[in-house]
T-cell receptor
Framework: EDQVTQSPEALRLQEGESSSLNCSYT??????LFWYRQDPGKGPEFLFT???AGEEKEKERLKATLTKKESFLHITAPKPEDSATYLC??????????????FGKGTHLIIQP | DGGITQSPKYLFRKEGQNVTLSCEQN?????MYWYRQDPGQGLRLIYY???????QKGDIAEGYSVSREKKESFPLTVTSAQKNPTAFYLC?????????????FGNGTRLTVT
């Protein structure tokens, strides 16, 4: 069964303390790996799409990387406004499009001032 | 500003009643989706639609129904047959039903059934 596992479930950091969130996948034939940010009581907001191993994408303090088995979301010198739940989702060849998307449960990130 | 509007934000219903959640988008996207989010679980797909007058069941369609009469609108009805309807419901859209089209989400409707 195709699975997407995010770790840790929750992470508390001090402002400026860099860290990484992990998204491991066992999907058969990856078409794309997506990262989203979700604030409490709101819908997820798209951050990145990665398609092939070795690919990297950056946006402000966030950098997403992809290997054949996992993706990392690196957060450099985070600020309190980076506090949110970060979701990853894997799109499989067998599905195609959002009907083939498998979401992880998310990492709840808290950045303390 | 273009986006997806879900209404209402909070909805309360008695058990046994059907309820319809609204989703409207002005992004001119062809594809629309409904997801359910429960604590401690990943998003789960209920229904999706690639084009007007066409929709497909997702992973957890039982107890739900949808319509797609207009490109902009994709309402979800939670019927009395849904055994655990209390959840956070998210509507999304994308340019097309492909891996190159990331989802754009609305801000959700929190449904409570007692």
């Amino acid at each position: 069964e195709d699975q997407v596992t995010q770790s840790p479930e929750a992470l508390r950091l001090q402002e400026g303390e860099s860290s990484s969130l992990n998204c491991s996948y066992t999907v058969s034939g990856l078409r794309g790996l997506f990262w989203y940010r979700q604030d409490p009581g709101k819908g997820p907001e798209f951050l990145f799409t990665l398609y092939s191993a070795g690919e990297e994408k950056e946006k402000e303090r966030l950098k997403a990387t992809l290997t054949k088995k996992e993706s990392f979301l690196h957060i450099t010198a985070p600020k309190p406004e980076d506090s949110a739940t970060y979701l990853c989702a894997a799109d499989m060849y067998s599905g195609g499009g959002a009907d083939g998307l498998t979401f992880g449960k998310g990492t709840h990130l808290i950045i303390q001032p | 500003d273009g986006g997806i509007t879900q209404s209402p934000k909070y909805l309360f219903r008695k058990e046994g009643q059907n309820v319809t959640l609204s989703c409207e988008q002005n992004l001119n996207h062809d594809a629309m989706y409904w997801y359910r989010q429960d604590p401690g679980q990943g998003l789960r797909l209920i229904y999706y639609s690639q084009i007007v007058n066409d929709f497909q069941k997702g992973d957890i369609a039982e107890g739900y129904s949808v319509s797609r009469e207009k490109k902009e609108s994709f309402p979800l009805t939670v019927t009395s047959a849904q055994k655990n309807p209390t959840a956070f419901y998210l509507c999304a859209s994308s340019i097309q039903l492909t891996a190159n089209s990331p989802l754009h989400f609305g801000n959700g409707t929190r449904l409570t059934v007692t």
